[in-house]
C-alpha cells in the first residue's frame, strides 16, 4: 500500500501527453481473441487495469510481445478454454472488471465464454444483464454457479444465429460485448439502442479492419453480418479523453499553463464546452488543448438567469466519468452550479472529504451535488483522505494540489489503475508530490 504527500499551492506549467484511452484499450485488448493471426496495438497506457487484462489474455494462450513502449503485439492462435473454468482466471478476473469482455470474443470463437462475478470501483451498481441478456438472444444458454458467483455463455449445438437485439440500455461495455460476439455469427445482427461512444467507434472500426461487417458504425442502430473468420491488423488508441479533462480541471484549479498535446479534439465531444462552462479558456491550437494561467473563473447561467446543471448521459452526453472532476474545479469558481450524476448512484460520496477541505456543496441525495465557488477568496485547507475510486481519487489529488499546505491520500492503487505514473508527470510540470509507503 502507499500514499500520495502532497504540498499544495503550487502553480504549474508545461506540456502534457495524454496516455491512451484506458476504456478503448479493454474492449480493442480482448478483441485479440477473435483471430489467430498477430494484432498489433499501440498507445496502451502502462496502468494497473490494462496489465492485469495483459496478463490474463497471456493465462488465456494468447502470445504477447512488447515492441516497445505502449506498442504490444498479440497472437490468439493457441487458446487454452479451459483457462476459464480455473481457479486463477476466477481469482484474476474477479478483481478486474474490464475482463467481462473477453466473454463475447470466447462465445463467439470457441462457444463458450465465463466470468466471475466482478470487481473494480465502488461506485454503484453497473449490471451484466445488458451483456448477458444480447448473449442469449443470439441463442446463447445462459449459465450461473451461484455459490461461486461464476457466470457463463454457451453457444447451442447448431451454433449462435444473427437476432434483432433492443438493448434495455446503451451500455458501452455490453455493446462492444454483443458486438463482439456478433461478427463471427451467421446471419445478420440488428443492435438498437446501441451505445456509440468514440471508443466503441475504435472498435467497431479495427474489427472492420480485421474483415468484419459492420454497418451504422457512430449511430445507435448497428447491423453486423457475420463472417466465417478475421484477420490481423494493427491499430492506434484515442488519448484517454477522461485524463483530458482532468489535465483542464487541475489547470485551472491550480492557476497553472498547460498545453495538453496531441489531444485527439474531433473526438472529445462536449468536453471542452463543459469545462467552458465554469469559465475556464481554452484555446484550440492544431490538435492541442492550450489553457492558459487564469485567476478567476466564472460560471455562466442559461439564459432566463438559472443557475447552469452539468449532467451526465450515454455519448454524446458528458461522461459520467468527468463530473468529479468537473465538481472539484467548480469550488474556485465564482458563482454556482448543479452536478447530476445520473449513471451511478454512489459518485458523490466523497465530497465530504472536499467539505472537509472547505468546500462549499450541499449534497442533495446520492445523485445531486450543488457547488458554491469561492471565487479563489480562501482556499482549501489541505487535509489527509483515502481515494474511493479511479475518478474521486484524481478529483481529491487536484484539490490537494490546490490546497494550502500538505496532504496525504491513501488508497493511491485507486488513482494508478487508472493513470499512467501520474506522480511522476505532476513533477514534471513543477508539483510537489511524493509516493511513500504506507
Known amino acids: 500500500m502507499a500514499s500520495f504527500r502532497i504540498t499544495g499551492g503550487i502553480a504549474l506549467k508545461g506540456d502534457v501527453h495524454p496516455q491512451g484511452a484506458k476504456n478503448e484499450v479493454l474492449q480493442i485488448l480482448c478483441a485479440v481473441l477473435l483471430t489467430d493471426e498477430t494484432v498489433r496495438i499501440t498507445n496502451i497506457p502502462d496502468i494497473v487495469d490494462v496489465n492485469k487484462l495483459i496478463e490474463i489474455l497471456g493465462d488465456f494462450g494468447v502470445r504477447v510481445a512488447k515492441?516497445?513502449?505502449?506498442?504490444?503485439?498479440?497472437?490468439?492462435d493457441a487458446i487454452d478454454v479451459d483457462f476459464l473454468f480455473g481457479e486463477t482466471y476466477k481469482k484474476k478476473g474477479a478483481s478486474l472488471r474490464g475482463s467481462v469482455m473477453v466473454v463475447g470474443p470466447m462465445l463467439a470463437r470457441f462457444g463458450k465464454g465465463y466470468i466471475p462475478k466482478p470487481g473494480g470501483d465502488k461506485i454503484g451498481r453497473r449490471r451484466l444483464d445488458t451483456h448477458f441478456e444480447g448473449f442469449m438472444k443470439l441463442g446463447a444458454k445462459f449459465v450461473y454457479e451461484e455459490g461461486a458467483h461464476f457466470y457463463g455463455v454457451e453457444a447451442p449445438a447448431d451454433g449462435l444465429k444473427g437476432a434483432y437485439i433492443l438493448l434495455d440500455e446503451p451500455s458501452v461495455t455490453g455493446?462492444?460485448?454483443?458486438?463482439?460476439?456478433?461478427?463471427?455469427?451467421?446471419?445478420?445482427?440488428?443492435?438498437?439502442?446501441?451505445?456509440?461512444?468514440?471508443?466503441?467507434?475504435?472498435?467497431?472500426?479495427?474489427?472492420?479492419?480485421?474483415g468484419a461487417?459492420?454497418?451504422?458504425?457512430?449511430?445507435?442502430r448497428l447491423t453486423i453480418t457475420g463472417v466465417t473468420r478475421l484477420g490481423g491488423t494493427e491499430h492506434r488508441c484515442l488519448p484517454d479523453m477522461i485524463e483530458i479533462g482532468s489535465w483542464?480541471?487541475?489547470?485551472?484549479?491550480?492557476?497553472?499553463?498547460?498545453?495538453?498535446?496531441?489531444?485527439?479534439?474531433?473526438?472529445?465531444?462536449?468536453?471542452?464546452?463543459?469545462?467552458?462552462?465554469?469559465?475556464?479558456?481554452?484555446?484550440?491550437?492544431?490538435?492541442?488543448?492550450?489553457?492558459?494561467?487564469?485567476e478567476h473563473y466564472e460560471m455562466g447561467a442559461y439564459l432566463d438567469g438559472s443557475m447552469v446543471t452539468i449532467a451526465d448521459g450515454p455519448w454524446p452526453m458528458f461522461t459520467p466519468d468527468l463530473l468529479s472532476i468537473v465538481l472539484v474545479t467548480a469550488t474556485?469558481?465564482?458563482?454556482?452550479?448543479l452536478i447530476h450524476q445520473k449513471m451511478f448512484e454512489s459518485r458523490l460520496f466523497f465530497v465530504d472529504k472536499l467539505i472537509d477541505m472547505g468546500a462549499q456543496i450541499i449534497l442533495c441525495d446520492p445523485h445531486r451535488a450543488t457547488v458554491i465557488g469561492h471565487d479563489r477568496q480562501f482556499c482549501l485547507r489541505a487535509t489527509t483522505m483515502s481515494s474511493p475510486d479511479i475518478r474521486a481519487g484524481i478529483a481529491l489529488l487536484i484539490a490537494a494540489l490546490s490546497a494550502?499546505?500538505?496532504?496525504?491520500?491513501?488508497?493511491?492503487?485507486?488513482?494508478?489503475?487508472?493513470?499512467?505514473?501520474?506522480d511522476e508527470r505532476l513533477r514534471d510540470l513543477g508539483a510537489k508530490i511524493e509516493r511513500v509507503a504506507d
Open 332 to 337: 474556485q469558481a465564482k458563482g454556482s452550479v
Open 213 to 220: 461487417q459492420i454497418e451504422g458504425i457512430g449511430s445507435n
Open 404 to 422: 494550502e499546505g500538505t496532504s496525504t491520500i491513501q488508497n493511491i492503487e485507486q488513482i494508478d489503475r487508472g493513470y499512467e505514473r501520474i
Open 67 to 76: 515492441n516497445g513502449p505502449g506498442d504490444y503485439s498479440f497472437t490468439a
Open 175 to 210: 455493446t462492444a460485448n454483443i458486438v463482439m460476439a456478433a461478427v463471427l455469427t451467421p446471419g445478420v445482427t440488428t443492435i438498437y439502442n446501441a451505445a456509440c461512444e468514440p471508443y466503441l467507434q475504435q472498435l467497431c472500426g479495427m474489427l472492420v479492419r480485421m
Open 248 to 294: 483542464i480541471g487541475l489547470a485551472a484549479m491550480t492557476k497553472s499553463e498547460i498545453t495538453i498535446k496531441n489531444a485527439g479534439i474531433p473526438h472529445l465531444g462536449q468536453i471542452p464546452n463543459v469545462f467552458r462552462k465554469l469559465g475556464i479558456r481554452i484555446e484550440e491550437r492544431g490538435d492541442d488543448l492550450y489553457i492558459p494561467a487564469q
